[in-house]
């Protein structure tokens, strides 16, 4: 469709015309005019709504907003077209069949062998292994092979040694969809452990020895403690209307040395509207302080971020500091369960906040152990309320830390926004379906490509400059302040305005220091040729001509500039009161955005992989505040650089 | 008087020192005329605590038996503990600490008895002088002279003994402008954008009256700023209501009839009482240990200090587009002239002039925009936020400045050759110092204390190598362009440098600085080791080929 006018969400005056264009995996804008041709692509699995607006005389507006947290506003003239689209969209934006996902069309031109590569990447198995299991008390154990057992378990599990096959079937009879306890996470240093389980099918009375005697062997797992906690990381309302459906928590008088816990998470339902209500917050088009805040304050979503937070550390201090063992469930303990074990293996475990690590957390306490990824972020059609924002919330709670903490993870924010955005763009197999029994029934390893494999290989992009693994901060246990310091707690705009450049600081710190450290490498590089010439010199005085010419060359390269503040220089809207005032020739505005999508197209013909998603693209390009084109502030390019007219934000 | 009079106990022992986040200690306490010594006498970790006596906002008494504990508030907003045994001593402490800290006398103020520890290699009061900065002016445009007229304080009394205004308008032009303009701050220049020849002035409100008086000479001041055929901004720092209203008091706006070249634009700036009780609630919230995440957020947005922060921000960034996207010139004013006004000057001139993002630029731009323009310390830093007082005249109007700065470097943060640290000192200074800075309210008060005679400048102490190391920013790269900061509530923050500087740990985010300088510091010795060895070869072959030709 032709003449489409793409609004610019902050500001009514800017908008880009341009023809719109729909493929079998993306939306796609290309903006008239300029000759770079700015593209906006977007993925239908991004696509988390579309509406339909009342036709104006302009045309037919249409509004997508997507599961990045991308909003896409669209002005389609006729309104027949925008009708096609809209009924086209609703259709690719909900596939009813796995086989219609990104991923099983997407092709990063790997052979079979890098493929299987990348999905060997992360091995659950070597990750117990490191933890130090199997051993004396915990062992690898085949009950639930076939999925015989639970079909929302891994086909294999870690469980106390004196638990037999005989208690594990019995307990798991008195677990929500037979999720009996197993073990997410050990300590070797302490021999305490953090397991996960759903709900006792308790009721008002109910028992079932075989589950007593379950917890039983995990404490006895445990010979330095005579007591284990049971974490009910549900409110206890919620906990206690489940007794009324057959389920429920565990009583503390059936169980022999257990201290029951409960750590008042919302549900899933409760968590969706609260992210709804915050990303109203972010859409309001020039929000006062107040209208922010007092959103902020009611959306809720910061109470949850502190809750789940809270959860986390009261488990990592038991394991820690006290030495003691921890069952942890909520009701069917694939959502909640999930966040507080993760973030609990984050605290405690340094391993985790590197960046092979925290993938392994993410296969281990997510992937393999059932988290319903495909009902959560609604990658098939599906029912609307089992949508939530579970697993964003986990990645929210690492940003927290790494604010908290800038030295202790070897990542950066742009790994966890990125990570968010494949959990919902279906490009790579990892997050496909509910459970792994569902996976391996697809054959996913086989037909589709890993997200690990592929941020590995970028890593160098998701690199901490701070981290050092030698730094006091990277070691030990993380011990965040608990309450009373909530203001620790923190809006995060470079995921919830993430594509609203204008709104993040115009230049990074970490892209500064990253450049920064390329280039010592470099000189460290530089220093070792120079030194080896300097002895060889020394030795021959006679024959020095061979090394002319690489020298010039090297002492190009550390010309290079560490700047990053080209980015957007331009001016807001503060004040409606210019508006009546003329001037501003439109021919100054295209330079910055030409400049950006030079880099575009330049990664385009470089990397196809990336090429392929540019909608991912822009998100790099948003966070990254790299200078686009090199020299951006160099002081001969001043004006030229920032005459353009305004990414125009709220007043 | 002798400060001895007023030390009723000059020591005390087996006095304990609580604070958050520290271990406490026991120890001496002494008063002195200006501090308030706390040394503890554990020989494995001995430590001294000095506090000036003008830090200290407020002071509470409470007992249990005989342990007296005195809880004291500063200005800076930390809060400390001293729990001092023997109710007598207590009060008598404390009703010393009283008298010492809320002295009337501005010549017993500790900058008056302060001898530095220090040689002064360049002296504070003699940088940033007028003549320089018109020199340099000069060298760009002969538009503007430099006038004398306000020599004896006798045509403006907080302005400055001389001032830049348009060539074209003479000393008995200004004087009658001077007679139009509340407190008779006539328009000055307060920038020249080099890049596009336009200016910024500042001045206060017009006294318009209700009927609508009106001064040729003023119209003629300010349109002798204007290139022919253009237009220029007037940005009012009030509501247009309150404006209004302020003609009934006999002050007023620029009628468009009058100045029909100029468009004006209102944007509503608070001030007075309305910023301290923002401050006051702002530092409560921040005090408040027992709150959970809720009312956290409601009690920051109760306290409006964001919000203040985004209307100040928005109306200095509208000065600078105007500038430097519009090509027009700007006059600002408020109604004195001497605190939105000068937020706002102050502000765009970060936003548009490189300069003022280097250490010194800075320090010229406190001295010019808010020293010498006469914005009044004394009255606005008399009291921080512990204050019960309520005057009229305290507000933290440098404060909020400051913050402002803040924001924008956080949004820039490789742009300013400054750190945090650097502002947060400022702040420190303002509000109680051992120098003479900013001491009274304007250029003329300052000249009859004899300040520049009788204090040390913080200048003198800020620009020695030893102290300037720590206010250096190690991702400073110069950057000569504009810097348009956002003001979207989503990228505006709680300054917690200041305001939770003593309710947090700062330990992991200052590891996190001392990892950053030494990623940096590493890669320049690398730089200049890799330079020398290549000199080194350089000359090497050079010998070598000289001897080849031989």
Same mark, same amino acid.
């Given at each position: 469709?032709?003449?489409?006018?793409?609004?610019?969400?902050?500001?009514?005056?800017?908008?880009?015309?341009?023809?719109?264009?729909?493929?079998?995996?993306?939306?796609?804008?290309? /903006?008239?005019?300029?000759?770079?041709?700015?593209?906006? #692509?977007?993925?239908?699995?991004?696509?988390?709504?579309?509406?339909?607006?009342?036709?104006?005389?302009?045309?037919?507006?249409?509004?997508?907003?997507?599961?990045?947290?991308?909003?896409?506003?669209?002005?389609?003239?006729?309104?027949?077209?925008?009708?096609?689209?809209?009924?086209?969209?609703?259709?690719?934006?909900?596939?009813?069949?796995? /086989?219609?996902? %990104?991923?099983?069309?997407?092709?990063?031109?790997?052979?079979?062998?890098?493929?299987?590569?990348?999905?060997?990447?992360?091995?659950?198995?070597?990750?117990?292994? *490191?933890?130090?299991?199997?051993?004396?008390? #915990?062992?690898?154990?085949?009950?639930?092979?076939? %999925?015989?057992?639970?079909?929302? %378990?891994?086909?294999?599990?870690?469980?106390?040694?004196?638990?037999?096959?005989?208690?594990?079937?019995?307990?798991?009879?008195?677990?929500?969809?037979?999720?009996?306890?197993?073990?997410?996470?050990?300590?070797?240093?302490?021999?305490?452990?953090?397991? @996960?389980?759903?709900?006792?099918?308790?009721?008002?009375?109910?028992?079932?020895?075989?589950?007593?005697?379950?917890?039983?062997?995990?404490?006895? !797992?445990?010979?330095?403690?005579?007591?284990?906690?049971?974490?009910?990381?549900?409110?206890?309302?919620?906990?206690?209307?489940?007794?009324?459906?057959?389920?429920?928590?565990?009583?503390?008088?059936?169980?022999?040395?257990?201290?029951?816990?409960?750590?008042?998470?919302?549900?899933?339902?409760?968590?969706?509207?609260?992210?709804?209500?915050?990303?109203?917050?972010?859409?309001?088009?020039?929000?006062?302080?107040?209208?922010?805040?007092?959103?902020?304050?009611?959306?809720?979503?910061?109470?949850?971020?502190?809750?789940?937070?809270?959860?986390?550390?009261?488990?990592?201090?038991?394991?820690?500091?006290?030495?003691?063992?921890?069952?942890?469930?909520?009701?069917?303990?694939?959502?909640?369960?999930?966040?507080?074990?993760?973030?609990?293996?984050?605290?405690?475990?340094?391993? %985790? @906040?590197?960046?092979?690590?925290?993938?392994?957390?993410?296969?281990?306490?997510?992937?393999?152990?059932?988290?319903?990824?495909?009902?959560?972020?609604?990658?098939?059609?599906?029912?609307?309320? /089992?949508?939530?924002?579970?697993?964003?919330?986990?990645?929210?709670?690492?940003?927290?830390?790494?604010?908290?903490?800038?030295?202790?993870?070897?990542?950066?924010?742009?790994?966890?926004?990125?990570?968010?955005? +494949?959990?919902?763009?279906?490009?790579?197999?990892?997050?496909?379906?509910?459970?792994?029994?569902?996976?391996?029934?697809?054959?996913?390893?086989?037909?589709?490509?890993?997200?690990?494999?592929?941020?590995?290989?970028?890593?160098?992009?998701?690199?901490?400059?701070?981290?050092?693994?030698?730094?006091?901060?990277?070691?030990?246990?993380?011990?965040?302040?608990?309450?009373?310091?909530?203001?620790?707690?923190?809006?995060?705009?470079?995921?919830?305005? @993430?594509?609203?450049?204008?709104? +993040?600081?115009?230049?990074?710190?970490?892209?500064?220091?990253?450049?920064?450290?390329?280039?010592?490498?470099?000189?460290?590089?530089?220093?070792?040729?120079?030194?080896?010439?300097?002895?060889?010199?020394?030795?021959?005085?006679?024959?020095?001509?061979?090394?002319?010419?690489?020298?010039?060359?090297?002492?190009?390269?550390?010309?290079?500039?560490?700047?990053?503040?080209?980015?957007?220089?331009?001016?807001?809207?503060?004040?409606?009161?210019?508006?009546?005032?003329?001037?501003?020739?439109?021919?100054?505005?295209?330079?910055?955005?030409?400049?950006?999508?030079?880099?575009?197209?330049?990664?385009?013909?470089?990397?196809?992989?990336?090429?392929?998603?540019?909608?991912?693209?822009?998100?790099?390009?948003?966070?990254?505040? @790299?200078?686009?084109?090199?020299?951006?502030?160099?002081?001969?390019?001043?004006?030229?650089?920032?005459?353009?007219?305004?990414?125009?934000?709220?007043? | 008087?002798?400060?001895?009079?007023?030390?009723?106990?000059?020591?005390?022992?087996?006095?304990?020192?609580?604070?958050?986040?520290?271990?406490?200690?026991?120890?001496?306490?002494?008063?002195?005329?200006?501090?308030?010594?706390?040394?503890?006498?554990?020989?494995?970790?001995?430590?001294?605590?000095?506090?000036?006596?003008?830090?200290?906002?407020?002071?509470?008494?409470?007992?249990?038996?005989?342990?007296?504990?005195?809880?004291?508030?500063?200005?800076?907003?930390?809060?400390?503990?001293?729990?001092?045994?023997?109710?007598?001593?207590?009060?008598?402490?404390?009703?010393?600490?009283?008298?010492?800290?809320?002295?009337?006398?501005?010549?017993?103020?500790?900058? &008056?008895?302060?001898?530095?520890?220090?040689?002064?290699?360049?002296?504070?009061?003699?940088?940033?002088?007028?003549?320089?900065?018109?020199?340099?002016?000069?060298?760009?445009?002969?538009?503007?002279?430099?006038?004398?007229?306000?020599?004896?304080?006798?045509?403006?009394?907080?302005?400055?003994?001389?001032?830049?205004?348009?060539?074209?308008?003479?000393?008995?032009?200004?004087?009658?402008?001077?007679?139009?303009?509340?407190?008779?701050?006539?328009?000055?220049?307060?920038?020249?954008?080099?890049?596009?020849?336009?200016?910024?002035?500042?001045?206060?409100?017009?006294?318009?009256?209700?009927?609508?008086?009106?001064?040729?000479?003023?119209?003629?001041?300010?349109?002798?700023?204007?290139?022919?055929?253009?237009?220029?901004?007037?940005?009012?720092?009030?509501?247009?209501?309150?404006?209004?209203? !302020?003609?009934?008091?006999?002050?007023?706006?620029?009628?468009?009839?009058?100045?029909?070249?100029?468009?004006?634009?209102?944007?509503?700036?608070?001030?007075?009482?309305?910023?301290?009780?923002?401050?006051?609630?702002?530092?409560?919230?921040?005090?408040?240990?027992?709150?959970?995440?809720?009312?956290?957020?409601?009690?920051?947005?109760?306290?409006?200090?964001?919000?203040?922060?985004?209307?100040?921000?928005?109306?200095?960034?509208?000065?600078?587009?105007?500038?430097?996207?519009?090509?027009?010139?700007?006059?600002?004013?408020?109604?004195?002239?001497?605190?939105?006004?000068?937020?706002?000057?102050?502000?765009?001139?970060?936003?548009?002039?490189? *300069?003022?993002?280097?250490?010194?630029?800075?320090?010229?731009?406190?001295?010019?925009?808010?020293?010498?323009?006469? +914005?009044?310390?004394?009255?606005?830093?008399?009291?921080?936020?512990?204050?019960?007082?309520?005057?009229?005249?305290? !507000?933290?109007?440098?404060?909020? &400045?400051?913050?402002?700065?803040?924001?924008?470097? *956080?949004? &820039?943060?490789?742009?300013?050759?400054?750190?945090?640290?650097?502002?947060?000192?400022?702040?420190?200074?303002?509000?109680?110092?051992? &120098?003479?800075?900013?001491?009274?309210?304007?250029?003329?008060?300052?000249?009859?204390?004899?300040?520049?005679?009788?204090?040390?400048?913080?200048?003198?102490?800020?620009?020695?190598?030893?102290?300037?190391?720590?206010?250096?920013?190690?991702?400073?790269?110069?950057?000569? =362009?504009?810097? #348009?900061?956002?003001?979207?509530?989503?990228?505006?923050?709680?300054?917690?440098?200041?305001?939770?500087?003593?309710?947090?740990?700062?330990?992991?985010?200052?590891?996190?600085?001392?990892?950053?300088?030494?990623?940096?510091?590493?890669?320049?010795?690398?730089?200049?080791?890799?330079?020398?060895?290549?000199?080194?070869?350089?000359?090497?072959?050079?010998?070598?080929?000289?001897?080849?030709? =031989?």
């Amino acid at each position: 469709v032709e003449n489409v006018r793409l609004l610019d969400r902050l500001s009514s005056r800017k908008s880009a015309l341009g023809t719109l264009y729909l493929t079998a995996t993306h939306v796609i804008f290309v /903006e008239n005019g300029s000759e770079t041709r700015k593209e906006t #692509w977007v993925l239908h699995s991004q696509i988390s709504s579309i509406e339909k607006q009342a036709t104006t005389a302009t045309g037919c507006p249409l509004l997508i907003r997507c599961k990045n947290f991308q909003v896409i506003q669209l002005v389609i003239p006729q309104e027949r077209d925008c009708h096609d689209i809209y009924i086209s969209l609703i259709r690719l934006a909900r596939p009813v069949k796995y /086989e219609e996902l %990104y991923c099983f069309s997407f092709n990063p031109k790997l052979d079979k062998e890098e493929r299987e590569q990348g999905w060997k990447l992360v091995d659950l198995n070597e990750e117990y292994n *490191r933890m130090g299991i199997p051993n004396n008390y #915990w062992q690898i154990s085949d009950v639930n092979r076939d %999925y015989g057992v639970c079909d929302s %378990y891994p086909t294999e599990v870690y469980i106390p040694k004196s638990a037999t096959a005989h208690i594990i079937v019995g307990s798991s009879k008195f677990r929500s969809r037979r999720r009996f306890p197993a073990l997410s996470y050990y300590c070797k240093d302490n021999n305490a452990s953090i397991c @996960r389980s759903s709900q006792p099918l308790s009721g008002f009375s109910a028992r079932c020895l075989e589950d007593e005697q379950m917890l039983q062997a995990i404490r006895k !797992a445990n010979p330095g403690s005579d007591f284990i906690y049971v974490v009910d990381t549900r409110p206890k309302l919620n906990a206690m209307a489940n007794r009324a459906a057959g389920k429920g928590y565990e009583n503390e008088d059936n169980y022999s040395n257990i201290k029951f816990q409960f750590i008042g998470i919302e549900n899933i339902h409760v968590m969706r509207n609260s992210l709804q209500k915050m990303l109203e917050v972010c859409e309001l088009k020039s929000p006062s302080m107040s209208d922010f805040l007092w959103g902020l304050e009611n959306s809720g979503w910061l109470k949850h971020i502190k809750a789940i937070m809270d959860a986390g550390i009261f488990i990592a201090k038991a394991v820690a500091e006290e030495g003691v063992s921890v069952l942890v469930h909520c009701s069917d303990g694939w959502d909640r369960t999930a966040q507080v074990c993760s973030v609990a293996s984050l605290l405690l475990d340094p391993y %985790y @906040r590197t960046m092979k690590g925290f993938m392994v957390l993410i296969e281990k306490d997510w992937v393999s152990f059932g988290h319903k990824f495909n009902h959560r972020y609604g990658n098939l059609d599906g029912d609307p309320k /089992e949508i939530s924002p579970v697993i964003d919330q986990f990645i929210e709670c690492v940003w927290q830390l790494m604010e908290q903490f800038p030295c202790a993870f070897e990542f950066n924010e742009r790994f966890l926004i990125h990570i968010q955005h +494949h959990i919902y763009s279906c490009q790579f197999g990892n997050f496909l379906c509910n459970s792994q029994k569902e996976r391996r029934e697809l054959k996913i390893q086989e037909r589709t490509y890993s997200l690990w494999a592929h941020l590995w290989k970028n890593r160098t992009d998701y690199l901490n400059p701070l981290y050092r693994s030698d730094h006091s901060q990277t070691q030990g246990t993380l011990h965040p302040q608990m309450a009373p310091c909530n203001f620790l707690y923190k809006f995060w705009s470079g995921m919830y305005n @993430r594509f609203e450049k204008g709104l +993040h600081p115009r230049q990074s710190v970490t892209d500064y220091l990253m450049a920064v450290k390329e280039e010592t490498q470099q000189l460290e590089e530089e220093l070792e040729v120079l030194g080896e010439r300097l002895a060889n010199l020394q030795k021959s005085q006679l024959n020095d001509n061979k090394f002319k010419s690489k020298q010039q060359d090297r002492s190009k390269q550390l010309g290079l500039s560490t700047s990053n503040n080209s980015l957007a220089n331009t001016p807001q809207e503060y004040s409606n009161d210019l508006k009546s005032f003329p001037s501003r020739s439109p021919s100054q505005g295209d330079e910055e955005d030409s400049a950006l999508i030079l880099t575009q197209d330049n990664l385009k013909s470089s990397d196809p992989d990336l090429s392929a998603n540019s909608d991912q693209e822009s998100g790099v390009e948003d966070l990254s505040c @790299r200078s686009p084109s090199g020299g951006g502030c160099l002081p001969s390019e001043d004006s030229g650089k920032d005459s353009d007219e305004a990414v125009f934000l709220a007043v | 008087m002798e400060f001895a009079e007023l030390i009723k106990t000059p020591r005390a022992d087996n006095v304990v020192l609580h604070r958050p986040f520290y271990l406490a200690v026991e120890g001496t306490l002494c008063l002195t005329g200006h501090h308030l010594i706390f040394s503890s006498r554990r020989q494995d970790n001995a430590e001294e605590l000095w506090l000036l006596h003008s830090n200290i906002d407020s002071i509470e008494k409470r007992f249990v038996g005989s342990l007296g504990t005195i809880i004291i508030k500063c200005k800076d907003l930390r809060i400390i503990q001293l729990d001092i045994p023997g109710m007598e001593e207590c009060l008598n402490i404390a009703s010393s600490i009283e008298a010492l800290s809320t002295l009337d006398s501005v010549t017993l103020m500790y900058p &008056f008895f302060y001898r530095p520890m220090f040689e002064v290699v360049e002296d504070g009061w003699r940088c940033f002088l007028p003549d320089e900065e018109f020199e340099l002016l000069s060298s760009v445009t002969d538009e503007w002279r430099l006038s004398c007229i306000n020599k004896e304080f006798s045509v403006c009394p907080s302005y400055p003994p001389v001032v830049i205004v348009p060539k074209s308008i003479d000393d008995e032009a200004l004087r009658k402008v001077a007679m139009f303009r509340h407190g008779s701050r006539f328009p000055v220049l307060s920038y020249y954008h080099k890049k596009n020849g336009m200016v910024m002035m500042r001045g206060s409100q017009p006294l318009t009256g209700t009927n609508g008086r009106r001064c040729k000479e003023d119209e003629k001041l300010i349109n002798a700023t204007l290139r022919p055929g253009k237009r220029g901004y007037i940005i009012d720092t009030r509501s247009l209501n309150v404006a209004q209203q !302020a003609r009934a008091k006999g002050g007023g706006f620029e009628q468009e009839v009058h100045y029909p070249q100029w468009r004006r634009i209102h944007k509503c700036i608070e001030r007075f009482n309305i910023l301290q009780e923002s401050l006051i609630k702002l530092v409560e919230a921040c005090n408040d240990q027992s709150h959970n995440m809720d009312r956290w957020l409601s009690k920051l947005e109760a306290s409006n200090w964001l919000t203040h922060i985004k209307e100040i921000l928005t109306a200095a960034c509208l000065a600078a587009q105007c500038i430097d996207r519009e090509g027009a010139s700007v006059l600002v004013h408020g109604t004195e002239g001497t605190d939105s006004t000068l937020q706002v000057t102050s502000l765009a001139q970060i936003i548009l002039d490189p *300069r003022c993002r280097t250490i010194r630029g800075f320090e010229s731009l406190v001295v010019r925009e808010w020293l010498q323009a006469g +914005h009044p310390f004394q009255q606005r830093c008399a009291q921080s936020a512990y204050s019960n007082s309520k005057q009229k005249w305290e !507000a933290p109007v440098f404060l909020l &400045f400051l913050d402002c700065v803040w924001q924008i470097l *956080r949004q &820039f943060p490789c742009s300013f050759e400054f750190n945090e640290q650097f502002l947060i000192m400022l702040f420190e200074h303002a509000y109680a110092s051992q &120098f003479g800075t900013f001491l009274g309210n304007n250029e003329n008060e300052r000249s009859k204390l004899k300040l520049p005679q009788k204090t040390m400048s913080l200048w003198s102490w800020v620009n020695r190598s030893e102290e300037l190391s720590k206010f250096q920013n190690p991702l400073f790269e110069a950057n000569s =362009l504009v810097i #348009w900061p956002s003001v979207a509530p989503q990228s505006l923050q709680l300054w917690e440098g200041v305001f939770l500087r003593w309710n947090r740990p700062s330990k992991f985010l200052d590891e996190a600085h001392e990892e950053m300088i030494s990623i940096i510091k590493y890669n320049k010795e690398l730089q200049a080791k890799v330079n020398a060895l290549r000199r080194q070869l350089a000359e090497m072959e050079t010998d070598d080929r000289m001897q080849e030709n =031989l």
